[in-house]
């Protein structure tokens, strides 16, 4: 007689996520889905399945899905250059020479550097770095990716001068007698993108495997990964080899939409370890890089009010967009300003009116900065705020700088938007910030920045609880990716997709979030992650 389960899971203080049975202690597993959920023994007993693991009364939960990576970035910020710690210009510097000394004169990729770490606030220039790389291509992002520093070997590559034009979208930051300084920003940024060597497919099998163990490690079972086309073959190989251990929903560049088109992708697109149908466009850039489109200038420079997109400005979104929503493919749009979002509401309000309706579910990456009326229209138009509460403790630090108090009211503002039954999906916009969700519910629940300076929370109003974070961490992000009856609860049925902690979340005060770790991760009903306490059921296996 064949075994009833694949894998018995025992003696778990398991909160699954349904409402209608939301606690259990054994789940029982076959052909990578749930089979059993009970609060007693299975009716089989544990003899019929092949393997069971004790969790030793340990707390457990669906699996944490990110609605906003970028996984091959990510995988490739594992082992750049990271001037994320440099306390000042002189740090700044020396790290970048000492990493050239063993590097040599390949292009020295990485960064993650944050000016605003430093006393004086100033953006770094090619003057730092030009003395350790003469004849080194550097290309260093600042953290959130919306501008770069290079020296002047890559100024030169480029072609960029004193009279090169800003792009659409972009701008070349320049000195007091109009000579670039070194920093891009936004658009300018990919007159240097396109010289960087495109890595071989062994490189990115390697590189993702990096971020895929990453990810494991910190119960992350499903990605919304912001891709590119090579990216996606990297994924498809990976699985084709059986060495996916994350489950995969690419949102792919809007510009490329007609290719998505040709091939009869629509949203839902693909199986249950990598899906299709979504599309990525910028609206605008950073707060922190002074280019998120605002009504108002930004109250540390009155004559900035960010940048549109240059697709936003060319018209080119919009026509995109709508062709792409009349051929069922999902919309994910970059906003972070307020005038960014308005506008971005106004294109979906559009497409609405103009094309036929189907179970569209529109996104916006990021929403960070709303004005008080669009609530109601995000609401109203059904949109899903895929939004990172890390950025929220980090960018609270000096946010105020910039936006004021008054703009700050509505600023990451996720109670307000659930207050509103907006669908708000937890991500990380790794390695914008870091891949750990603990991290992020952390940030919801306490809202306490990264200095210290904010004990009770920035802007505590908006801070939400336990639940409603963990809520938005899984089944939201099904949701937003059209996959809420597979996963993001634990249900008979559903993928075997789980995470188990050390600590039972509900049962610590937030401030203590930061303690937890993950025990084991299970992805389709394998052990694709197990710390020391349960190393014995470790396999590494995939799909």
């Known amino acids: 007689m064949p075994l009833t389960f694949d894998i018995l899971f025992k003696n778990g203080n398991f909160w699954t996520g349904d409402p209608q049975n939301p606690s259990a ?110 004849s080194t291509p550097v290309f260093l992002n600042r953290y959130d990716t919306h501008m770069a520093l290079v020296n002047s070997y890559v100024l030169r590559l480029a072609g960029i001068n004193k009279g090169t034009p800003d792009p659409p979208g972009g701008v070349i930051v320049r000195d007091e007698h109009g000579e670039p300084t070194g920093i891009l920003k936004d658009a300018a940024r990919e007159i240097v993108v396109r010289l960087v060597p495109e890595p071989s497919l062994e490189d990115r099998i390697d590189t993702t495997k990096a971020a895929l163990k990453h990810a494991n490690k910190l119960g992350v079972t499903s990605v919304h990964d912001i891709s590119l086309s090579q990216d996606l073959k990297t994924y498809e190989e990976l699985r084709r080899r059986g060495e996916l251990t994350a489950r995969i929903y690419s949102i792919l560049p809007i510009a490329e939409y007609r290719n998505l088109v040709s091939d009869g992708i629509k949203v839902g697109s693909g199986d249950e370890w990598i ?35 240059d697709v936003m400005v060319s018209g080119e979104l919009e026509k995109w967009a709508i062709d792409a929503d009349r051929n069922h493919l999902q919309l994910a749009i970059h906003a972070i300003g307020d005038k960014a979002v308005s506008r971005v509401l106004n294109l979906f309000e559009k497409i609405q009116e103009e094309n036929p309706p189907w179970e569209r579910r529109f996104r916006i990456e990021h929403a960070q900065h709303v004005r008080d009326e669009d609530f109601a229209r995000i609401k109203k138009l059904n949109v899903i705020a895929s939004v990172q509460p890390y950025h929220c403790i980090d960018d609270g630090r000096w946010a105020l700088e910039k936006i004021g108090e008054h703009r700050a009211k509505t600023t990451y503002a996720f109670k307000r938007m659930l207050d509103e039954n907006v669908a708000v999906a937890f991500g990380t916009d790794w390695p914008v910030a870091p891949l750990d969700p603990l991290e992020g519910i952390y940030a919801a629940v306490t809202r306490t920045t990264l200095d210290g300076k904010n004990p009770s929370g920035w802007v505590p109003e908006q801070k939400i609880s336990i639940e409603q ?40 005060k937030p401030a203590e979030l930061k303690h937890v770790k993950v025990l084991l991760t299970i992805v389709g009903g394998k052990v694709v992650f197990a710390d020391k306490e349960f190393a014995e059921h470790y396999e590494p296996t995939a799909v």
Request: charged content about 30%.
């Open 275 to 309: 899906k299709t149908g979504a599309l990525k466009a910028f609206a605008d850039g950073s707060l922190g890089s002074g280019t998120a489109w605002l009504f108002e200038p930004y109250d540390d420079d009155k004559t900035n009010h960010g940048i549109a997109s």
């Open 25 to 134: 202690n054994y789940i029982a597993c076959k052909d990578g889905r749930i089979v059993s959920i009970s609060k007693e023994k299975t009716s089989s007993g544990e003899n019929e399945a092949k393997k069971v693991i004790d969790l030793r009364g340990h707390f457990a939960m669906p699996g944490f899905i990110d609605s906003h990576v970028h996984l091959m970035m990510g995988g490739a910020s594992l082992h750049e250059i990271d001037l994320r710690s440099a306390k000042d210009e002189r740090e700044f510097a020396e790290k970048v020479g000492n990493y050239t000394k063993s590097h040599g004169t390949k292009w020295i990729t990485g960064g993650n550097w944050d000016h605003e770490n430093w006393e004086n606030k100033r953006l770094p220039t090619k003057e730092l770095i030009d003395k350790f790389t003469p």
């Open 469 to 508: 974070a963990l809520k938005a961490y899984t089944q939201s992000s099904t949701f937003a990716s059209f996959e809420e009856y597979e996963k993001g609860t634990l249900e008979v049925g559903k993928l075997a997709d789980m995470v188990v902690l050390s600590i039972n979340p509900f049962e610590v």
